[in-house]
């Protein structure tokens, strides 16, 4: 009954295994499922799913195998669902055109939905024929009728398919934007400790060594405490074709300001590329040159650069042609590029389009620096280079 699903499973990226079918196999012997498909969702769920992030990918691959709902209708369901987010606010009906308003039973009005759905091609609001809000129409958001059926957020049965229609986890995903939790969660796998200060801890090992070596006599043995050694550089793009990605800087900002494993965090600011110069403020004020930044920071640091790479080609690759007439010495923004990335021996590019629009100068950018898409994924993959170093260009 349900090996396909375990398919179903792995298709979208769940690591659902035989392992995991003979705990589904022994559950339900054992009854846990309670003979429910309610009790068979959430035992599966809690057997096969062993990181949050693929609680949605799960959802969707119980809807479309026992409900037969492809994914590219769970899409147009998160459109339509998009459209419906934000009700425009509803006219106020007199008495007559309420009592004028026609009278529909459950099913004629499921029935029309269905032929509006099939028909309907873009957001309405405010009708009484199409699906949208704040109108009359039986079916929509935000709007008046006595038969209507409300789509969106709203009460409803808690049955099996039902959850997993309705997707509760899919902010979950990996592939999704960050918020500033799951940043914070990626963050702390970025670390780095040294030893250092006062003989003030006790080494344990040590002292069982040296006691053994003393045939029993206890030698005590004291290290200096562990503490971290991660110095990090955060620089971020600003304006331009970055501001519709403003927010979720904002949050990699945040949660990084928020960090306590960073021994020391500085964050910096520049515009489409680094010429020569880089600011504390994001409305590019008190510059400070990268020569000077370069001597103050040894190659141990780790380099974070956060920026969609898109710009025109001159900005990147031509001498004297910058927005930037702070940068005196002529060199193209790619030359500040490279010297970034071979004097830091750990660093990481975050760009948050997805990686079929890295093309042009991203491509460019991607061959000095090691790319990836400011998505969890993408994220744990950018700590995973910035820990184990190399991949410099």
């Known amino acids: 009954?349900?090996?396909?699903?375990?398919?179903?499973?792995?298709?979208?990226?769940?690591?659902?295994?035989?392992?995991?079918?003979?705990?589904?196999?022994?559950?339900?012997?054992?009854?846990?499922?309670?003979?429910?498909?309610?009790?068979?969702?959430?035992?599966?769920?809690?057997?096969?799913?062993?990181?949050?992030?693929?609680?949605?990918?799960?959802?969707?691959?119980?809807?479309?195998?026992?409900?037969?709902?492809?994914?590219?209708?769970?899409?147009?369901?998160?459109?339509?669902?998009?459209?419906?987010?934000?009700?425009?606010?509803?006219?106020?009906?007199?008495?007559?055109?309420?009592?004028?308003?026609?009278?529909?039973?459950?099913?004629?009005?499921?029935?029309?939905?269905?032929?509006?759905?099939?028909?309907?091609?873009?957001?309405?609001?405010?009708?009484?024929?199409?699906?949208?809000?704040?109108?009359?129409?039986?079916?929509?958001?935000?709007?008046?009728?006595?038969?209507?059926?409300?789509?969106?957020?709203?009460?409803?049965?808690?049955?099996?398919?039902?959850?997993?229609?309705?997707?509760?986890?899919?902010?979950?995903?990996?592939?999704?934007?960050l918020d500033t939790r799951q940043i914070e969660l990626a963050l702390r796998r970025l670390r780095a400790f040294v030893r250092e200060g006062a003989l003030d801890e006790l080494d344990l090992p040590g002292t069982i060594a040296a006691t053994s070596r003393n045939a029993g006599e206890?030698?005590?043995?004291?290290?200096?405490?562990?503490?971290?050694?991660?110095?990090?550089?955060?620089?971020?793009?600003?304006?331009?074709?970055?501001?519709?990605?403003?927010?979720?800087?904002?949050?990699?900002f945040s949660a990084a300001k928020r960090a306590t494993h960073f021994k020391e965090l500085r964050t910096y600011y520049f515009h489409n590329c680094v010429y020569g110069r880089v600011y504390e403020r994001a409305s590019l004020q008190?510059?400070?040159?990268?020569?000077q930044l370069l001597r103050e920071c040894d190659p141990s640091w780790r380099l974070v650069v956060v920026g969609d790479a898109s710009m025109s080609p001159w900005e990147l690759q031509s001498s004297g042609s910058r927005w930037d007439w702070q940068d005196e010495s002529g060199a193209p923004g790619i030359a500040w590029l490279m010297q970034l990335a071979q004097h830091f021996q750990r660093s990481a590019w975050l760009n948050p389009e997805p990686a079929a629009a890295w093309y042009g100068t991203a491509e460019l950018i991607r061959r000095v620096f090691p790319m990836y898409r400011l998505t969890l994924d993408g994220l744990t993959e950018a700590?995973?280079?910035?820990?184990?170093g190399g991949g410099r260009r």
């Open 1 to 177: 009954m349900f090996v396909g699903f375990l398919y179903d499973l792995r298709e979208r990226g769940v690591k659902a295994g035989p392992a995991e079918g003979l705990a589904i196999a022994q559950a339900l012997q054992l009854g846990l499922h309670k003979g429910r498909l309610d009790g068979f969702y959430e035992v599966a769920r809690a057997l096969c799913v062993h990181r949050e992030q693929d609680l949605d990918a799960f959802d969707r691959a119980f809807a479309h195998h026992f409900r037969g709902v492809p994914d590219e209708a769970l899409r147009l369901t998160e459109e339509l669902l998009q459209w419906l987010k934000d009700p425009v606010a509803k006219r106020q009906l007199t008495d007559a055109e309420r009592s004028s308003l026609e009278k529909l039973d459950l099913e004629e009005v499921r029935q029309r939905m269905r032929d509006r759905l099939a028909e309907q091609r873009e957001r309405h609001d405010k009708g009484n024929k199409w699906i949208g809000t704040g109108g009359t129409a039986p079916h929509g958001s935000g709007g008046t009728n006595p038969n209507g059926v409300r789509l969106g957020e709203g009460p409803g049965g808690r049955g099996a398919l039902a959850s997993a229609g309705e997707r509760r986890f899919k902010d979950l995903r990996s592939d999704v934007t």
């Open 218 to 252: 206890l030698e005590l043995k004291l290290r200096p405490p562990r503490r971290s050694n991660l110095r990090v550089i955060l620089l971020l793009d600003v304006g331009g074709s970055m501001d519709p990605h403003a927010d979720v800087s904002g949050r990699l």
């Open 286 to 291: 008190q510059g400070l040159g990268l020569p």
């Open 383 to 388: 700590i995973a280079q910035l820990v184990r």
